[in-house]
């Protein structure tokens, strides 16, 4: 290599190097660092805020139910045993079920039905002073009251008749008014006692249902009336059950306002607490097995010293959420770090970010669940999802981290229980070697064992150590097994999907692309068949490369079955594809030559959009030539106009490589076009020729924007010589050039 160029990229490299070849840190936008500092904050804020006040600070640990308090503990102060949360809903439940409707009195109504009858008897007794005759006097009181049917009209007609109607109807409605009329009773919403409140002008009275009348019952009573008062008149007891009829109506009607009055001074009066303990009684003794009763009292104690430092020392209080918040950053910011550090194409990923957000709080969601049941248990939290997850979907070593930092939220999260927290990162890194070389979906299968046998020899020795009681022993080994039984399942069914959300190209995607019966691979065979052959050789090349570096050999291999596609739509203007010896580019200026084969890159790029490849194979299509200058068409360019063409013409457009596999396959492409010009294919030739292409490319500053240290070149030279010398035989001599663009 020419020792200024080399020079002049020394810094570059050593950079590259102290960080290991893996990441250089890039610059970031305030924009970008702006929504990173938002999302950790939410994160760290959420998981610390959004908890109960009982989750932030214990004065007490509360022990489960049936087990054994490892000590006494007495009241230091007076203090009231509260209800829980289930006994609080009984009561009000209670309450609804109690609630005694309210009735109120339409007294409109009553002295409206009252001036009616009223005004019909003195109508009666005015028609019977003028002393008409029969059919008159029915005519006349049909028009006044069209309602009264016709058999009782003539009733009507005899005055002393009418004065016992008059007593009987009065007395009657008096009665039923009295005690109210309820349209229908069906209608009335009841308690379980049948208990109604009648509202008489401010004064309550409970009746029950079978004093109240509706229209119905009403009629019933005034049909046993007339029967009982007129026994052995039947003119007068038909005139009055008719005329009474006539004259009921509805004079209750459904109170809501005070119905939802009362309901609300019942539910306010229900008691918090259900007894008190006393300063200097014992809540529990030591060796005692603790009970429902033994429990609330100790929850209400620890409810009482948070309500007592909150406002006797706000110092005090503050510390143990401060404390919390610190502890919930430190794993956050931990993986932050780590990704900026060693990761940064992952961090400077949106979606990746806001990916790891769900997915840590997903885990601390489900695990706040878990907790709080009583029947479940903190190991079905689904550390191992995210763990699988984020392994098939980027590497091992961020699958750990993100392992570790779940687990350490999880064992803050359960009041610093290590043994969840212990478990939980054993599963995840049993989790993340399991699926990490995984390529196909049926080897999920395999994790299904791994981690089935581990979470149930993990938690039972566990458990056993803590001598928990069998019953609840076997039910957290049970539902342990159970999570390492469903999470493999679950990761299947959760990839694609997160895949197609995120974004993201998973090994098990690039392998179903690599599929050389896909149609854009058959179509490319069938248009462009020396392309076709020229991208499988690339193919080879950069797969071996990748793995002898570290990097990822598959993505580099399907990378480049797909960087040429766009050769496909002007095929015969690479030299690849001409048989014959005919070359197109003989009849063309350089300049349009230069056009023709920069727009392989675009077109290329636009065939993959339109066929749904991923992000990552589409920087192989725009990134393979990097900003490499055409040469052979500058150089004859040169020739005939001298020296005032513009090199930059003649320069694709880029952008440079930015990932070490796109690297691989620029060299991969330059090295396997320009092994077709050796006459004689010896090693020590090909290792001269492969040696000149990359020291070229690095000189140029092609290699600059990727994270490639000079020790990879190395070897990455190593196996490209290896490669070519193992499948080299003799290709067609191209015309001279410097070999840093032959394909066209």
């Known amino acids: 290599m020419r020792n200024p160029l080399r020079k002049k990229h020394a810094a570059v490299l050593k950079n590259i190097e102290n960080g290991n070849g893996r990441n250089s840190r890039a610059s970031i936008d305030n924009q970008r660092l702006a929504f990173r500092i938002a999302l950790a904050a939410i994160m760290i804020f959420g998981i610390t805020f959004l908890y109960p006040l009982d989750k932030i600070y214990e004065p007490i640990q509360v022990p489960a139910i049936g087990e054994i308090a490892d000590r006494d503990i007495v009241a230091p102060f007076d203090f009231p045993i509260m209800k829980s949360e289930d006994e609080l809903q009984r009561d009000r439940e209670l309450v609804m079920a109690n609630l005694k409707p309210v009735l109120s009195y339409d007294v409109a109504v009553t002295e409206q039905s009252k001036r009616r009858l009223e ?7 005015s028609l019977n002073a003028l002393r008409l005759d029969s059919v008159s006097f029915v005519e006349e009181l049909r028009a006044q009251f069209p309602g009264l049917p016709d058999h009782v009209l003539p009733t009507l007609r005899n005055p002393s008749y009418v004065r016992s109607l008059r007593q009987f109807v009065s007395v009657v409605l008096d009665s039923l008014y009295g005690a109210g009329i309820f349209p ?17 002008r401010g004064e309550m009275r409970t009746i029950i249902r079978e004093q109240l009348f509706d229209l119905e019952k009403a009629r019933w009573f005034v049909t046993v009336q007339a029967n009982n008062s007129f026994s052995r008149r039947p003119a007068l007891r038909s005139a009055g059950r008719e005329i009474s009829w006539m004259f009921l109506e509805p004079n209750l009607i459904f109170d809501q306002a005070m119905t939802e009055n009362n309901k609300n001074a019942e539910l306010a009066a229900i008691r918090s607490d259900k007894g008190w303990v006393y300063k200097d009684q014992t809540v529990v003794r030591a060796n005692e097995r603790i009970t429902r009763l033994h429990q609330d009292k100790l929850n209400s104690l620890a ?3 948070r309500t007592r430092l909150f406002h006797n020392d706000l110092v005090q209080f503050l510390l143990p959420p401060l404390g919390r918040l610190f502890f ?11 990704l900026y550090y060693f990761r940064m194409n992952i961090f400077l990923s949106n979606s990746a970010l806001i990916l790891f957000s769900i997915l840590l709080a997903g885990i601390v969601i489900i695990l706040e669940i878990v907790m709080s049941q009583q029947l479940l248990s903190g190991y079905l939290a689904p550390i191992t999802i995210a763990s699988m997850l984020v ?14 930092t779940a687990a350490m939220l999880m064992g803050i999260l359960s009041g610093f229980k290590m043994d969840i927290a212990f478990v939980a990162i054993v599963a995840g890194t049993v989790a993340t ?14 994790a299904i064992f791994y981690l089935a046998v581990v979470y149930f020899g993990m938690v039972y020795i566990i458990e056993s150590l803590k001598l928990t009681p069998a019953p609840d022993l076997w039910r957290h080994v049970g539902f342990a097994v159970i999570n390492g039984f469903l999470s493999p399942i679950l990761t299947i069914g959760l990839l694609p999907l997160f895949e197609t959300t995120f974004r993201l190209t998973t090994d098990i995607t690039l392998l179903e692309l690599s599929d050389l019966n896909r149609p854009l691979l058959k179509r490319l065979a069938i248009e462009a068949p020396g392309t076709y052959h020229h991208s499988i050789m690339i193919g080879t090349l950069a797969e071996e490369a990748a793995k002898s570096i570290g990097a990822n050999s598959l993505l580099a291999r399907v990378g480049s079955y797909y960087h040429d596609i766009g050769k496909m739509l002007k095929p015969e203007y690479f030299v690849e594809n001409q048989v014959g010896g005919h070359n197109k580019h003989e009849m063309l200026a350089p300049s349009m030559s230069a056009l023709i084969l920069e727009a392989h890159v675009k077109e290329g790029k ?13 920087e192989f299509i725009t990134g393979h030539h990097g900003t490499t200058v055409m040469s052979y068409f500058y150089d004859k360019a040169k020739s005939q106009d001298g020296d005032e063409v513009d090199i930059n013409e003649f320069r694709y457009p880029g952008p440079r ?18 092994s077709r010009t050796l006459d004689e294919p010896k090693p020590a030739r090909i290792k001269s020729l492969v040696h000149k292409i990359i020291s070229a490319k690095f000189e140029s500053g092609e290699l600059d924007d990727c994270d490639i240290a000079m020790r990879e070149l190395h070897l990455i030279e190593d196996s490209f010589v290896r490669v070519l010398t193992g499948i080299f035989h003799r290709r067609v001599a191209y015309p001279e050039t410097d070999h840093e663009e032959i394909e066209i």
């Open 119 to 125: 005004s019909f008897f003195v109508i009666a007794d």
């Open 184 to 200: 229908s009773l069906s209608n009335l919403p009841l308690e379980e006692s049948g208990l109604v409140i009648i509202d008489e």
């Open 303 to 305: 409810h009482h010293k």
């Open 328 to 338: 919930v950053a430190f794993p956050i910011l931990f993986f932050g770090m780590y």
């Open 391 to 404: 392994t098939i979907a980027f590497d091992l070593e961020t699958g750990l981290f993100l392992t570790f």
């Open 433 to 446: 070697f399991a699926v990490r070389k995984v390529r196909h979906r049926h080897e999920f299968y395999r």
């Open 606 to 618: 636009e065939l993959a959009e339109k066929n749904g490849l991923p992000e990552c194979i589409i």
């Open 657 to 674: 490589p930015r990932s070490r596999e796109v690297a691989i396959v620029m060299l991969a492409d330059s090295v396997e076009a320009a």
